[in-house]
């Protein structure tokens, strides 16, 4: 699939920001989003962000563009709100890699683990789980568990590969889900665009299946680690602020260079793979969240006994570091930890 036409329609975002006012509506819209989509929301963002942004708007009605899972998490931490999804095709191929079932039976073989969850996950997941985590805190997230508990992590394999080395626990089991969007971003693409911008710098997501091989070369003195930051969508796009360099390699949803260019006009960016497009991230148009705005769909619910189980380990990933500035490097200091039997607020 290449790249979509960027599709902005002045007039269609105008009436859009009317209807958001008169429904007391927040749009949230995150980072791989439809260029105009992204332009006509309040905020856009990485998992972690748009989270913190659903938990605390005074908004009545949120409309979600994003995928499903991230329209479930805003509703779990905004209950009262009226959570709208404007297309329910907006799924997730790596949520789709585990389902509560399998998660009870994974922890059935391991009493007394402490289970990590990716947001990548469904709620009903989410209900089974210790804490959850985003690409933007999970090393904080590990660190706050004590170094001789066994964890499982979940559903990420190339995420708990990078979460394993930077903290150096051992006890860690990784289930084997990916992203069929960051797997397709391979060793392979990344020597072509190294090759072509030697002095760009190089950013990858670490759901990217090549980040590992990336990171193995790294420590073997391959690949000079100064140019590479393995980081967040949020994380990426604060980088080329900190950065002399003027081009970047992105390793990435490509979604994410509408924003990249927006806020860094005078940086040159290159997507590490240009078909790396995830469709679930793109049904989401302009005439869709009008459509949602006008007509209140797609109202997202979760059960309120799975809400108040995936509550618990939501909070605990909101409250845990991830400054934005990506996996691997250090935030606030992280929260005690509990497991899923004990309360955080008691
Ligand atoms: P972020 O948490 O970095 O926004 O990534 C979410 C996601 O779906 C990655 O594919
Ligand atoms: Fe899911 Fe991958 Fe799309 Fe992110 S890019 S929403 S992980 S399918």
């Not at 150096?168 to 020597?191: K, L, Q, S, T």
Request: glycine share 8%; aromatic share 4%; hydrophobic share 40%.
């Amino acid at each position: 699939m290449s790249a979509l036409p960027y599709a902005p329609d002045s007039a269609l975002s105008a009436e859009i920001r009317a209807l958001a006012q008169s429904r007391d509506a927040v749009i949230l819209a995150h980072n791989y989003e439809r260029p105009e989509v992204q332009d006509v929301a309040d905020y856009v963002g990485d998992s972690l962000g748009l989270s913190r942004e659903a938990a605390q708007t005074d908004a009545d009605v949120i409309v979600f563009c994003g995928v499903h899972f991230m329209a479930e998490t805003a509703k779990i931490l905004s209950p009262g709100k009226t959570v709208l999804l404007p297309d329910l095709a907006a799924g997730c191929s790596l949520a789709s890699t585990i389902d509560a079932e399998q998660l009870r039976g994974w922890k059935a073989e391991h009493p007394g683990a402490v289970v990590v969850s990716y947001v990548n996950t469904t709620a009903e997941v989410k209900a089974e789980s210790d804490y959850c985590c985003t690409s933007g805190n999970a090393v904080e997230v590990i660190n706050a568990i004590p170094d001789d508990r066994e964890i499982l992590f979940l559903p990420d394999m190339f995420l708990g590969a990078h979460v394993r080395r930077m903290t150096g626990r051992e006890h860690i089991h990784v289930w084997m889900g990916e992203c069929h969007v960051h797997a397709g971003i391979d060793p392979e693409h990344i020597n072509v665009q190294r090759a072509a911008h030697p002095d760009a710098e190089f950013l990858i997501h670490p759901e990217c299946g090549c980040a590992t091989p990336v990171v193995e070369a790294m420590s073997a003195g391959a690949i000079d680690p100064a140019g590479v930051h393995i980081l967040s969508t949020e994380g990426m796009i604060k980088r080329p602020g900190e950065s002399p360099r003027d081009e970047f390699i992105v390793a990435t949803e490509i979604g994410i260079l509408h924003r990249l260019r927006k806020a860094h006009p005078g940086k040159t960016f290159y997507a590490a793979n240009d078909r790396a497009q995830c469709a679930y991230m793109k049904v989401t148009t302009l005439p869709k969240v009008r459509r949602a705005l006008k007509t209140l769909t797609h109202e997202i619910t979760v059960p309120s006994a799975v809400a108040a189980r995936a509550r618990r380990a939501i909070e605990r990933m909101v409250a845990i570091g991830g400054s934005g500035a990506g996996p691997g490097l250090s935030g606030p200091a992280p929260a005690p930890f509990r497991t899923s039997n004990e309360d955080p607020g008691e």
